[in-house]
C-alpha cells in the first residue's frame, strides 16, 4: 500500500509539475527561469522532504523536458542547492544534460548551474572544466568567467585567476573587474617579493597601478619594496600617495611611516606634513603620530598640550591611553588612578575588531584585502570612531 500511495503522489507531482511549466512560459522568455520559485518551493517541500535519492530521481526521470518544463527543472535544482543538499542538485542537472531532447539553447545556462553544484559541493576541478567550457558563452561567459576567479582566489591560484580576469577586461570595462585584475596582480607582486625577485615585485605592483590607480595595496607594496632597496625618502613618499587613493586607509600607511621614520628618519621633520593630512582626514593614527612629530621637535609638554586640545574635539580611547602615559611620565610618576585607567583602556581595545568590511559587516582584527566573508576586494577597512580610528 505505501508503495501505491508513493507512486500516486509522484504521479500527481508530475501532473501539478507540467502544470506550472504551462503557467510558468506564458508571457516569458523561454530561457528564463520561472519567477514563481517561492510557490514551487512550497510544493517540492512537501513532495521530496521525507522521499529517498531514488524517488526523486524517479520524478526528475517522469518529467518531460521540453522548452515548457525546464525552468521547472531548473527551479527544483536550485532549490536543493539552496537548501544545502547539493548531491540531489547534481542529480538533477546531470539527467537534465544527458536528455537528447533538452533545446540546445538552454544547455549553457544547465551547464553552469551544474558548475554551481560542483561549486558547492567542493569538487573543484568538475566546476573549474565546466566553467571553462563557459567563457566564450555570448550570455553565461561573464558569470562563467566570475565564478572562475573567485574559484581560483580560493585556491590561490593567482596566476590562472589574473589570465581570466584580463579575458574579461579585454572585452569589458567594468570599473570593478579592473578592481579584481588589481589587487590580484598584487598578490602576484607579494609573492615575487617574498622570492626576492625585486624587479618582477615591483613591475607586477606598478602594473597593478595601471589597472586601478586607487589600489592602495599596490601602493604599500612599491612603499615596502623601496625600503628593501634602501630608499626611505621615496619610500616615505609613498605612503603620503595613499591618502589621494583612499583616504580611509591612511591609519596603515601612517603605521609604516612613523616605523620607517624611527629607524632610518627623523619623525620630527614630518610635522607639516602630518598637520596638513590630519586636518583633512582626522584620525587617531594621525593625530598619534602627529603628538610624537610635536614630541620630538618642540617636547614633550607642546606634545601633551595638542593631544589634550584634540582629544576634546575628537575623543579617543587610544588617544587617552597615550595622553595618561605621557602626562604620568612628565610629572615623574604614575599614580594608581593612572595605571587604573591604562589597563582598563587596553581591556577594551585588546577586546574590540579593528577592521571592518562595509560591504557585508565581518570584522576583525586583522586586516584582509580580500574580505573573507563576501570575498570582495578592498572593502575591509579600519572602524572609526572613539574605540578605533
Known sequence: MDMVFQWLLLTVAVAVGWVVGRLGSQGRRASRVISDEDSVRDRLQFLFTNYSDQAVDNFVQSLAVNKDTVSLHLSIGSHFRNKGETDRAILIHQNLLARPELPARYTPQVTLEL???YLNAGLHDRAEALLHQLMGDQEYGRRASTALIELYQQEREWKKAAQVAQTLTRRDADPAMFKTL?????????????????????????????YDRSCVRATLLLMKQQVRQGNFREASNQS???????????????????KLEQEHGDVGR????????YDQYPSTSLLLALVESVERSSGRPAAIDLLRQELEVRPSVRGLLRLVEMAGYEKGMTTDEGRLVSRIGHLILANRPVYRCVSCGFSGQQLHWL?????????????????AE
Open 182 to 210: 588589481a589587487y590580484i596582480t598584487c598578490e602576484l607582486s607579494d609573492a615575487a617579493l617574498i622570492m626576492d625577485d625585486r624587479w618582477a615585485a615591483q613591475k607586477l605592483a606598478k602594473e597593478a597601478l595601471d
Open 240 to 258: 603620503f600617495k595613499v591618502f589621494e587613493q583612499n583616504p580611509e586607509f591612511g591609519p596603515e600607511a601612517v603605521d609604516r611611516l612613523m
Open 371 to 387: 574580505c573573507p566573508s563576501c570575498k570582495q576586494w578592498e572593502t575591509v577597512r579600519p572602524i572609526q570612531g572613539v574605540e
Open 115 to 117: 558548475a554551481m553544484d
Open 270 to 277: 614630518l610635522f607639516k606634513k602630518l598637520k596638513k593630512l
